[in-house]
């Protein structure tokens, strides 16, 4: 208690007015979350919260890692910051300062078992989502973890999915639900200039975290599986 109490003193801060604040960016981050279906929250835009009202230029780390303390212990959540990853072109201007622009931002992981979080938190509703979004990560790992958008789209027409098709019966805009992986930090999408100019969709961090890419491995083996299963009975 002493030792708070004393990191407080270095700001000219009450205990009052430090809570008030991890209450903002706690209900910032659930919000935001909530309304931008999960897409990341920048730092940035948390430390403006804080610093609004105060000037002192370490207080945003000392709100912050409260914020992400009481998030876990009270919610479930896991506040993870994400690693920007840079595209793998040799585009490294443009991917500079697509890192410096972005270069922390959070989002939000049930700390729940999975098997928990399906019963109790999972919304049915959006379980064509989850399922279009595995399948999109699938051929991307697949693919090599990165594949031109026309080599992505020609494998999403086999499937009967068009970049044309704004009023699909599941998904209604196909490419909007396809950039909203880009959003969600799940995919990154880099235009390549030169004489083979082309669009590329690469794994992001998020694809690339352990517990998703495991997730994924096994999609994948499941899906082999089958297939294979299928071609003996045959």
Not at 123 to 135: A, E, Q, S, W
Not at 163 to 171: N, V
Not at 177 to 200: D, H, I, M, W
């Amino acid at each position: 208690m002493a030792s708070a109490t004393e990191d407080l003193s270095q700001f000219d801060l009450s205990k009052e007015e430090k809570d008030k604040l991890v209450a903002e960016v706690i209900r910032y981050v659930l919000f935001k979350t909530h309304q931008n279906s999960g897409c990341p929250i920048k730092r940035d835009e948390l430390t403006q919260l804080v610093t609004k009202n105060y000037r002192q230029r370490a207080l945003p780390s000392l709100v912050i890692n409260e914020a992400k303390e009481k998030i876990s212990r009270i919610f479930g959540y896991e506040m993870r910051e994400l690693q920007r990853s840079r595209p793998s072109s040799t585009n490294q201007g443009r991917a500079s300062q697509q890192s410096v622009a972005d270069s922390k931002s959070y989002v939000l992981i049930s700390q729940l078992p999975a098997d928990v979080y399906r019963k109790y938190v999972e919304d049915v509703n959006l379980t064509h989502l989850t399922g279009f979004n595995f399948v999109i990560l699938s051929i991307v790992h697949l693919a090599g973890g990165k594949i031109p958008e026309d080599s992505l789209w020609h494998h999403l027409k086999r499937m009967g999915l068009s970049d044309s098709d704004e009023m699909h019966p599941i998904l209604g805009n196909v490419k909007q639900a396809l950039e909203a992986l880009v959003q969600q930090r799940y995919l990154q999408k880099e235009k390549v200039s030169g004489p083979e100019a082309n669009t590329f969709y690469e794994l992001a961090e998020r694809a690339l975290d352990e517990p998703v890419n495991e997730r994924l491995k096994e999609y994948i083996s499941q899906i082999v599986k089958k297939d294979v299963a299928s071609v003996d009975v045959d």
